[in-house]
């Protein structure tokens, strides 16, 4: 009888690249090459090196200058020779064709870039027909101009041009129109499925829409599962939700509905931004805007503001919003010392000033929590209540039964 043996799947190793410039400093750049090296564990890869270079602005034809790729390509060879294999190297920025095609030639090995590891890992997190189709027609959009690129084996298995030309280009125009025609089917549906959400949002009654929107990763899907007592998936993992999950919240006997969507990032591909359109018209027709942000994070400032232009690229910009800082419990700082006369930073502010500055610039449209621990969740609450409260009244004038044995508390009189 044969014995089976189950081993573990070989973890994929990976190199990552990104650069110093007068538009990204080293301390920007280690911010990104820490989310790339999130993002690669999250996709299932093990990083084992990074690569930076101080340059003006990216090669247009390796990305890096040929100096750093030989220094990356010695490393691989280098690995290699200690039978510790270098399967993939990853960039930080989008390449286009020609920088693909040059560096792979080079170093000899799977490339991909920010925008490649993305949609792989949208792809990997897609579960719903919507999901899967959104991210599929992105995937397609990527790669029609990169065509050219996945061909080139066939130039490997020639030993000359003659007589080989042509089928050569007529394959690849047979593929883009293969892509086009898949890409125009993906539409095709999309629309449909926008139709059909439309419908669902109509039957939806006369309850008011929130809509949780933040960076990846801050503790939306938490949040929502502890608010609508709901199970929606949640790790600490990028991109843990892709599908907008919409919940019936009662708080205090006030109805209405919460939805938890996906999580912005950093150079969002475009192409992605454009494929979720259906999923992200949750937040386009939300009447109260929960923004989530981890407080915990360094560059938290950064990513709000990420978070407000991707509202602004999809006209959702000007919606009433509270600002809901989760992840209190993970906030630390350093006390100034008495003579220390710089000025107050993000590292040696106490988390009571913080607060108090952002509820100041803020005008109290903000509230702190932690969604782990459950701190300040009552009040969170609260707070939702009344907002709640405040827009139903003024959108629905004349619907009051919901209140008129409730006081603003939401107890009963």
């Known amino acids: 009888m044969k014995e089976f043996v189950i ?12 650069l110093i410039t007068p538009r990204q400093d080293e301390r920007k750049t280690k911010e990104y090459l820490d989310e790339l090296e999130f993002l690669a564990e999250t996709a ?26 030989a220094e990356i390509k010695e490393f691989i060879k280098n690995e290699e020779d200690n039978e510790r294999e270098v399967g993939m190297v990853i960039f930080d920025d989008e390449l286009n064709i020609k920088q693909l095609r040059n560096i ?9 870039d920010r925008t490649s590891l993305i949609l792989d890992i949208f792809a990997m997190r897609a579960q719903t027909v919507t999901a899967k189709t ?21 130039e490997r298995q020639r030993g000359g041009s003659v007589g080989l030309r042509g089928p050569g280009e007529t ?12 890409m125009s089917l993906l539409k095709q549906r999309l629309k449909e499925i926008d139709t059909q959400k439309v419908t669902q949002r109509k039957n939806r009654g006369r309850l008011i829409r929130v809509a949780l929107v ?51 990032i950093r150079k969002l591909p475009t192409d992605l931004v454009d494929s979720f359109k259906s999923t992200l018209d949750e937040v386009r027709e939300a009447d109260l805007l929960l923004h989530v942000v981890d407080i915990s994070h360094p560059d938290f400032e950064e990513q709000i503001n990420v978070v407000d232009k991707t509202l602004a690229d999809i006209d959702a910009a000007n919606k009433p919003t509270i600002i ?6 993970a906030y630390t700082w350093v006390e100034k010392e008495p003579d220390d006369l710089t000025p107050p930073t993000k590292d040696n502010i106490s988390l009571d000033d913080l607060m108090k500055t952002w509820m100041a610039k803020m005008h109290d449209n903000c509230f702190f929590i932690s969604a782990k621990e459950q701190t300040n969740l009552q009040g969170f609450k609260d707070m939702l209540y009344k907002k709640v409260k ?6 629905y004038p004349y619907n009051d039964f919901l209140f008129q044995n409730y006081n603003d508390e939401g107890e009963e009189i």
């Open 390 to 395: 405040e827009l139903h009244v003024q959108k």
């Open 134 to 154: 959104q991210v599929e027609l992105a995937q397609y959009k990527y790669m029609l101009p990169r065509l050219q690129r996945l061909w080139t084996h066939l």
């Open 214 to 264: 933040g960076y990846t990763n801050v503790g939306k899907s938490t949040i929502m599962n502890l608010i609508a007592k709901s199970e929606v998936f949640a790790e600490n993992k990028l991109f843990a939700t892709l599908d907008t999950t919409v919940r019936k919240v009662i708080i205090g006997n006030l109805p209405f509905l919460l939805g938890d969507t996906v999580g912005f």
């Open 104 to 112: 792979e030639k080079e170093l000899q090995v799977k490339i991909l």
């Open 7 to 18: 081993t573990e799947a070989k973890v994929e190793t990976a190199v990552i690249v990104g």
């Open 324 to 329: 809901v800082f989760n992840k209190i419990d």
């Open 171 to 182: 394959q690849l125009e047979m593929d883009r129109r293969i892509i086009l025609s898949r």
């Open 44 to 69: 299932g890869a093990k990083v084992v090196r990074r690569f930076t270079q101080r340059v003006n602005g990216a090669s247009g034809v390796t990305y890096v200058g040929s100096g750093k790729l």
